[in-house]
């Protein structure tokens, strides 16, 4: 799920500063906003923009209940003779803490690429546990591809705020593909500070992929 890694990577708020921004609507509804500027669209260890700049950006709608419902976008390059040029995921799920340490997180996930047609979307479902203890935060997930079942992969996803407002992070999955050849294992690792309402962040990732180059990310975000 491609949210979970864009929270840790382009803000950092896990661990910051609690969590995005909530603005309140009432009977129990907020909302929230983000806007990034990347590099490199850096997800599962390798490029979404063939190394080129993405605009990012999305809203979020939550309840006290713990349900939610959400839009996340980028820019995306896939390569000569792919049409996509924007990718819109839409998800929904419902979040819960189970106790002060622990939470859980269960959703379904819908990837657009409009400008490629129908038959470049797909579906995820996804469940997910998350903890913190002092200034470290973990979560894990499960998501597994829903349309014709031709993955599922395992993500664990670790934060850790430093003094003065910085912080470091990691992440390391992998996918077990239908087919076992399609395999591979990827890995992120990077660092942020958040200054003057913006966060600055620098993210390494690659995979095992044969042939695959390792790549850098520096990135601009907020939250609204």
């Known amino acids: 799920m491609k949210k979970t890694l864009t929270a840790l990577a382009t803000g950092g708020l ?14 129990g509804f907020a909302w929230s906003g983000n806007l990034a500027v990347t590099s490199d669209y850096i997800f599962q260890g390798a490029s979404e ?8 950006g999305g809203f979020d709608l939550e ?7 959400g839009n996340w976008n980028s820019s995306v390059q896939f390569g000569e003779g792919d ?4 990718e819109m995921d839409v998800y929904g799920g419902f979040a819960t803490d189970l106790t002060d340490e622990v939470g859980i997180d269960v959703g379904v996930i819908h990837y657009f690429y409009p400008a490629a047609g129908g038959a470049a979307e797909f579906t995820e479902l996804y469940a997910g546990v998350n903890t913190g203890v002092g200034d470290l935060a973990a979560d894990f997930y499960v998501v597994y591809e829903a349309d014709d079942g031709d993955y599922i992969y395992y993500e664990l996803n670790l934060a850790y705020a430093l003094p003065r407002d910085t912080y470091v992070f990691t992440d390391v999955g992998y996918v077990d ?6 395999d591979f294992a990827y890995w992120h ?13 620098v993210m390494y990732g690659d995979n095992d992929i044969s042939g695959n180059r390792d790549r850098w990310a520096f990135t601009v975000a907020t939250d609204f």
């Open 49 to 56: 923009t063939g190394g080129r700049p993405a605009i990012q």
């Open 83 to 86: 049409d996509a040029y924007i």
């Open 177 to 182: 593909a239908d087919d076992s050849d399609d």
């Open 14 to 27: 896990l661990v910051t500063s609690g969590g995005a921004v909530a603005n309140d609507l009432g009977a």
């Open 63 to 69: 309840h006290a209940s713990g349900l939610y419902l």
């Open 189 to 201: 690792i990077g660092a942020g500070v958040e200054y003057a309402g913006l966060d600055f962040s």
